[in-house]
């Protein structure tokens, strides 16, 4: 199923468009960091819960439900790969045989992978359910000067961030410095500033405007094709063709008739919009163009913000106290 924006009034669609895109990469950066299944699966469920409030439950289900089958494989996997030397056995993954042995270690890495994923897709899915394509287009290609101060203000703080998070996961590398203390948290701090600043500079560049365009176009096409496919499929029916016929070779021969007219609905479309965007004036003088939407970061935005990265320092930190899979060490602490 096609995944199109949903015009609604909930907290999701409130939000800006760079929120949202920022909770879609927290959420990656999270399914890396976080190994536990159990703290993966609360992610899961707090943000399902969320997303159930904000978008059709129904949509959004038959959505994810075509995926499980293939998670359910990237978990298989896990289990049948990940073997360590001192990994502690359960058995035999086929029975009777010796083959594929499964244990605790890739058992309970093998859930938290099918959460990993769950989660990262129903992030993006959320974030193209309450967001409008042309919001998304210009989150990655509005161009705005902002003031010196406010930019420098932004890079510090980026700067702290990284150098927090470079204290829980590189610490030993800075350590290793040949210098004392003091000079490598200064060291450290001055590269993640740099890093911070180079982080500003491409973000307040972004793409081109014609790129910008074509991802508006993009994303609102899926949902044309989707529609379109759906209206040939129908009147195939009606004329009494079997369009799922239990032959392969049949299936391939009705996809072609399908895919046919598809082909020519969107070439047709794309030559309209291409005289409709020239008719405008597109092309001229594209980098003094103006926006007529206005993206804002309100009180709701900031809080979302910094609980996003309080969850992320606080995954960071589980780790470095080497607390970051409590299920799998309270699991062997019972077979001990």
Not at 2 to 17: F, P
Not at 68 to 85: A, E, G, M, P
Not at 108 to 123: D, G, H, P
Not at 277 to 296: E, H, M, N, P, V
Request: hydrophobic residues 55%; aromatic residues 12%; charged residues 15%.
């Amino acid at each position: 199923m096609a995944i199109e924006y949903q015009k609604k009034d909930s907290l999701l669609h409130r939000l800006d468009a760079r929120t949202k895109l920022l909770l879609f990469i927290a959420m990656t950066v999270l399914a890396i960091v976080v190994v536990d299944p159990i703290l993966m699966g609360i992610l899961f469920i707090g943000l399902y819960y969320v997303g159930a409030r904000c978008v059709d439950r129904k949509v959004l289900n038959a959505n994810l439900r075509i995926l499980v089958l293939v998670f359910l494989t990237f978990s298989l996997f896990q289990i049948i790969f990940f073997t360590n030397k001192n990994a502690h056995f359960l058995f035999y993954l086929i029975p009777f045989t010796q083959w594929l042995p499964v244990t605790i270690e890739s058992l309970v890495r093998a859930v938290a992978v099918f959460f990993r994923f769950f989660s990262v897709v129903l992030a993006v899915h959320l974030m193209l359910y309450t967001t409008p394509p042309v919001d998304l287009a210009l989150t990655i290609t509005k161009h705005k000067k902002r003031p010196l101060a406010s930019y420098i203000l932004n890079t510090v703080i980026l700067g702290v961030l990284f150098f927090i998070i470079a204290h829980l996961t590189s610490l030993d590398t800075i350590r290793s410095l040949p210098y004392n203390t003091t000079q490598q948290s200064a060291i450290a701090f001055v590269v993640c500033l740099v890093i911070a600043f180079i982080a500003q500079w491409i973000i307040g560049n972004g793409l081109p405007p014609e790129m910008g365009m074509a991802l508006t176009l993009g994303f609102g096409t899926v949902g044309l094709l989707s529609k379109q496919t759906e209206i040939i499929n129908d009147a195939q029916r009606a004329r009494g063709y079997n369009i799922q016929p239990p032959n392969l070779i049949l299936r391939l021969k009705v996809f072609a008739a399908l895919l046919l007219p598809v082909f020519l609905a969107t070439l047709e479309r794309s030559q309209d919009i291409s005289v409709a965007i020239l008719s405008r004036g597109f092309d001229y003088k594209i980098d003094q163009r103006t926006y007529r939407r206005q993206l804002q970061f309100t009180k709701t935005d900031y809080s979302v913000l910094f609980f996003l990265t309080l969850l992320l320092l606080g995954a960071m930190y589980l780790n470095y106290l080497h607390l970051g899979n409590p299920t799998e060490q309270f699991i062997l602490s019972l077979m001990k």
